[in-house]
């Protein structure tokens, strides 16, 4: 996650409950690679059929863990100390027994997110939330336009039943973000559904670059981001989180190089720039700090990774899948002595971006090792600007 209001304002909502003080110059230890965050996908089962799913999610799946089964990953999650476990799918509300699994990581005093289309959360499902101790959920919204929102999640009356789920989240008194999956035909609304997550009660929009993985390798490039409106996009978050601070909290995932851009746009001197690319740094990202489960129990670097597996949960300890020393662990989480692609192993700031989406530079650039297409960055122009160097982040 690139934590743009903290950099833009030093303020946060939802991260700072969850994570604690950090910002530019006070990194983040809230995960490591050997103890990451969890995001398990605990089903294929879904009741819609969006375009861009990367688990191609529908009908659950045959293999899917079963009832002890689960609750033995729980343990060994709670063995290795992971901080927090993000409860996905598919839509993991479809899973009979997922808020029972929910209340039990948390009496493991394991922190729990869930992460969902909103669609199922009624009233009741709000109340057990709560009385679980759920500390966010994340809600799926990718446009303030109804038709547009249900034609990108398959159903219609899709973000009617999303909307009810979040009024029935926030009323419940619970921390609720909005998802919003930024494309090259959806990125003009993120102002109108920052303007519609404020109004409801919502905390926190997090935007998610279009990855490559799942559905999303049937869609055309033109649903990418060009330059240009990269660039405006970037100047919008910027305004934005000016402008809301404090009353939301905007984060992006999927392309590092948004805090490359975003510390571009604010820094006042080399200084400040270097302590926000430690920042960036140490927030993680595919494999490195976080690690996705899949509903069979593999274990992957992360839930858009479907071409690389770390190992099975039902033959492995997951203490062992996280040793550092592995190959598939180190790959990334130091991606950067991986990089062959002429700019993304060239960047000066290969060691703060990691290459960008390894999805998108797999299935789109060519190969593990590839440069991410999406990265329009003028690297060297910035890193002159600055002063920066490679390897330099966090010297005085």
Same mark, same amino acid.
């Given at each position: ?12 909502t939802?991260?700072r409950?969850? %994570?604690g ?8 230890r809230?995960s490591?690679v ?27 799946? &045959?293999?899917?863990?079963?009832r002890?089964?689960?609750?033995g990953?729980?343990?060994?999650m709670? !063995?290795?100390?992971?901080p ?18 929910m209340? &039990?990581?948390?009496?493991m ?10 669609? *199922?959360?009624?009233e ?11 500390s966010?959920?994340g ?8 038709a547009?929102h ?16 979040l009024r029935?989240?926030v009323?419940r008194?619970?921390?609720?973000g909005?998802r919003m ?5 959806n990125?003009a609304?993120?102002?109108?559904l920052?303007?519609?997550?404020e ?9 998610y670059?279009?990855?490559? #993985?799942?559905r999303?390798?049937?869609?055309? =490039?033109?649903?990418?981001m060009?330059?240009? +409106?990269?660039s ?12 809301r601070?404090g009353?939301? !909290?905007? &984060? ?6 948004d805090g490359?851009?975003?510390a571009? @746009?604010?820094s006042?001197?080399?200084a !400040?720039f270097?302590?926000m690319? !430690?920042?960036?740094?140490?927030q993680?990202g /595919?494999?490195? %700090? ?9 274990? @992957?670097?992360?839930?858009f990774?479907?071409?690389?597996e *770390? ?5 492995? @300890?997951?203490r062992?899948?996280l ?7 180190d790959y990334? #989480?130091?991606t950067?002595?991986? *990089?062959?692609?002429p700019r993304c192993s060239?960047?000066?700031?290969r060691s703060? /971006?990691?290459g960008?989406?390894r999805?998108r ?6 190969g593990l090792?590839?440069?991410?297409? +999406? ?11 600055w002063?920066w =160097? ?7």
């Amino acid at each position: 996650m690139i934590p743009v209001s903290v950099m833009v304002t030093g303020r946060g909502t939802v991260s700072r409950r969850l %994570k604690g003080d950090y910002g530019p110059g006070r990194p983040s230890r809230f995960s490591e690679v050997w103890r990451p965050v969890v995001s398990w996908n605990l089903t294929h089962a879904c009741n819609l059929r969006c375009v861009h799913c990367y688990i191609r999610a529908g009908a659950r799946g &045959e293999g899917e863990l079963g009832r002890e089964e689960a609750r033995g990953v729980l343990r060994q999650m709670a !063995e290795v100390g992971v901080p927090l476990v993000l409860f996905s799918g598919g839509e993991p509300l479809m899973r009979p027994d997922a808020l029972d699994l929910m209340e &039990e990581a948390a009496d493991m005093g394991m922190r729990v997110a869930l992460s969902t289309n909103g669609t *199922l959360i009624t009233e009741e499902v709000a109340s057990r939330l709560s009385r679980i101790g759920v500390s966010y959920v994340g809600i799926s919204l990718d446009s303030p336009r109804p038709a547009w929102h249900d034609l990108f999640r398959g159903v219609e009356g899709a973000f009617a039943a999303a909307m009810r789920g979040l009024r029935n989240a926030v009323g419940r008194g619970l921390d609720v973000g909005l998802r919003m999956t930024v494309t090259a035909r959806n990125a003009a609304d993120a102002a109108g559904l920052l303007d519609l997550a404020e109004s409801a009660g919502a905390r926190r929009v997090t935007f998610y670059h279009l990855s490559a #993985a799942g559905r999303a390798l049937g869609l055309s =490039r033109d649903w990418y981001m060009g330059a240009a +409106q990269y660039s405006s996009f970037v100047d919008l978050l910027v305004e934005e989180a000016r402008r809301r601070a404090g009353a939301i !909290e905007i &984060e992006t995932t999927m392309a590092p190089f948004d805090g490359i851009a975003v510390a571009d @746009r604010v820094s006042r001197s080399g200084a !400040e720039f270097r302590d926000m690319m !430690e920042l960036v740094r140490s927030q993680g990202g /595919c494999g490195r %700090k976080i690690v996705s489960i899949y509903p069979d129990g593999t274990l @992957r670097p992360c839930q858009f990774v479907d071409f690389m597996e *770390l190992g099975s949960l039902r033959r492995s @300890r997951l203490r062992d899948l996280l040793d550092p020393s592995r190959r598939e662990v180190d790959y990334f #989480a130091n991606t950067e002595r991986y *990089l062959s692609g002429p700019r993304c192993s060239t960047c000066p700031f290969r060691s703060v /971006c990691k290459g960008g989406d390894r999805v998108r530079a797999y299935y789109m650039g060519g190969g593990l090792g590839a440069d991410d297409p +999406q990265c329009p960055l003028d690297t060297r122009g910035i890193a002159e600007r600055w002063g920066w =160097r490679e390897g330099s982040a966090g010297e005085s």
